[in-house]
Nanobody, 118 residues
Framework: QVRVVESGGGLVQAGGSLRLSCVASGRTFSRNVMRWFRRAPGKEREFVARISGTNSSAYYADSVKDRFTISRDNAKTVYLQMDSLKPEDTAVYYC????????????WGQGTQVTVSS
């Protein structure tokens, strides 16, 4: 199977930046679609960003557009650069890995905590 590991979370002041990483290993797919989700306290899981496995095109939730940037270093490593962070960005961030741009992937990381102070 596949192991997915996120890293890079931490505590930062509003307006600051963090860079999250997600690495997939094991029996990875030929197409590598990665997504970032987050779950804030008392709220449902929320989509953040997606990068395709074909041409690495990016797609963002409106709440993070123009502040967050998803990119890949290679087929199995993806980053989420988070700039101009707001307190409402505070959440546990999860990486999701699959092989289909249309369907949520079957593999999840353990999550990394991002806390933004006001």
């Amino acid at each position: 199977q596949v192991r997915v590991v996120e890293s890079g979370g931490g505590l930062v002041q509003a307006g600051g930046s963090l860079r999250l990483s997600c690495v997939a290993s094991g029996r990875t797919f030929s197409r590598n679609v990665m997504r970032w989700f987050r779950r804030a306290p008392g709220k449902e899981r929320e989509f953040v960003a997606r990068i395709s496995g074909t041409n690495s095109s990016a797609y963002y939730a409106d709440s993070v557009k123009d502040r967050f940037t998803i990119s890949r270093d290679n087929a199995k490593t993806v980053y989420l650069q988070m700039d101009s962070l707001k307190p409402e960005d505070t959440a546990v961030y999860y990486c999701n890995y699959g092989n289909d741009i249309r369907v949520l992937g079957p593999y999840w990381g353990q999550g990394t905590q991002v806390t933004v102070s006001s």
